[in-house]
């Protein structure tokens, strides 16, 4: 009996002894296995509400609703994105994505392979989310996950609670600012800072749109595709020398791309209009004007307009291109008529930043960051194509 009250004696001194040695967490290091464990919860439900291998995308709450975000849900995200990187693609959301979870719609994928869009069809997008509750003295951290067509998945929610205490590490991250911008540039809260970055991402997007809808086509145009550009101010609120830069930019943007050539317009976009709602409405037999149209062009309309703060300006592109050969009512070809027909196949919207106040007919206002003078190859004069 002493044998055994000595023996509890000895391994209750070594318990005591080694909980006295075992050192003890940081309140920063509680954090961080806290935000942890938030983490491996969530990657852990995937397997009931998410497709093995399908892709992922870790939204901030605050940049969707245009709000400056905090450094407690930037880390929180990065920590996800980590985590989910291990077992999945993470998608970085395009401009059109990003307009589109705003509003809560079906994100669409253009410009992608139809394999592409299939993959994209299964993905998962994360939101983080923080707040502070006054009453519960609590800092919170939620996540929720939502699919491509804007429904929420079920049990695949996250929630993690910080004492409101001043100078833990929870309410100093919340407290301060958000270390990187998490919202796609060119969207209208981070317009593009350089006229150049901004017509090359739209020209790359174009690019990319054509390849993968256009250009598996067999009846799609082969060999150089040419593009013709036609702007316009919206209202005539942008001067023309804006207008000529953003034009040969855009030229600068779209040659750069292998196959493609480019060529500026200075028709308006009403006789374009006109001339595929005439092809639309009248499917017999009939002659088109070659001149304007060449197999392979791609007729891209830009259409600019001042931001109402006038401190950027939005530029909205949408392009028609040819899908097939012209076909009498009857389901005959016309041989004779090697243009094709013309359809809206792209469409693309950004922002740029400018120097100054954008005003109607300054010649001086409208000055763009970043932007080159490349005049020479849009001259008054000059027609591209037609």
């Keep these: 009996m002493r044998k055994r009250r000595y023996l509890g004696f000895i391994l209750c001194s070594l318990l005591l002894l080694l909980s006295a040695c075992a050192p003890r967490l940081t309140p920063e290091q509680l954090f961080a296995n806290q935000v942890g464990t938030l ?8 397997s009931a509400g998410v497709k093995a291998m399908a892709p992922a995308a870790v939204v901030s709450a605050s940049a969707l609703q245009g709000k400056p975000g905090n450094r407690l849900e930037e880390y929180t995200t990065e920590r996800l994105t980590m985590k989910l990187r291990q077992s999945r693609e993470i998608y970085p959301l395009s401009r059109q994505n990003w307009f589109e979870l705003r509003e809560k719609q079906p994100l669409t994928f253009a410009g992608q392979s139809a394999q592409k869009r299939s993959y994209l069809n299964d993905l998962t997008v994360y939101q983080v989310a923080t707040a502070q509750d006054e009453v519960l003295k609590q800092i919170k951290v939620q996540v929720t996950a939502s699919d491509a067509q804007g ?3 079920p049990g695949l929610l996250a929630e993690a609670e910080f004492p409101l205490e001043a100078g833990l590490p929870a309410v100093l991250q919340f407290q301060a600012k958000a270390k990187s911008n998490s919202i796609p540039e060119g969207v209208e809260e981070r317009p593009y800072q350089s006229l150049d970055r901004l017509t090359y991402s739209l020209a790359r997007e174009l690019v990319a749109a054509y390849r993968a809808n256009v250009a598996g086509d067999p009846n799609a145009a082969s060999g150089e595709v040419s593009v013709v550009i ?10 023309k020398k804006f207008l000529n830069r953003l034009e040969s930019a855009l030229q600068q943007a779209i040659v750069s791309n292998k196959g493609f050539t480019s060529a500026v317009s200075q028709r308006d976009f009403m006789p374009t209009f006109n001339q595929v709602d005439f092809y639309r409405k009248n499917r017999a037999e009939f002659a ?28 909205s592109l949408r392009a028609l291109w040819r899908v097939t050969p012209l076909e009498t009512n009857k389901g005959e070809l016309i041989a004779t008529n090697r243009a094709g027909s013309y359809l809206s196949g792209f469409t693309a919207k950004g922002y740029l930043a400018t120097r100054e106040k954008v005003q109607a007919g300054s010649e001086t206002s409208g000055s763009v960051s970043g932007a080159n003078a490349t005049g020479k190859y849009n001259t008054a004069n000059q027609h591209g194509f037609d």
């Design 39 to 46: 983490v491996n919860q969530l990657a852990t439900q995937q």
């Design 151 to 153: 429904k929420t998945i």
């Design 230 to 239: 036609q702007s316009r101010a919206v209202n005539g609120s942008l001067d």
């Design 288 to 315: 088109m004007d070659e001149t304007l149209f060449q197999p392979g062009t791609v007729v891209l309309l830009a259409e600019a307009a001042p931001h109402k703060d006038g401190d950027k300006v939005g530029l």
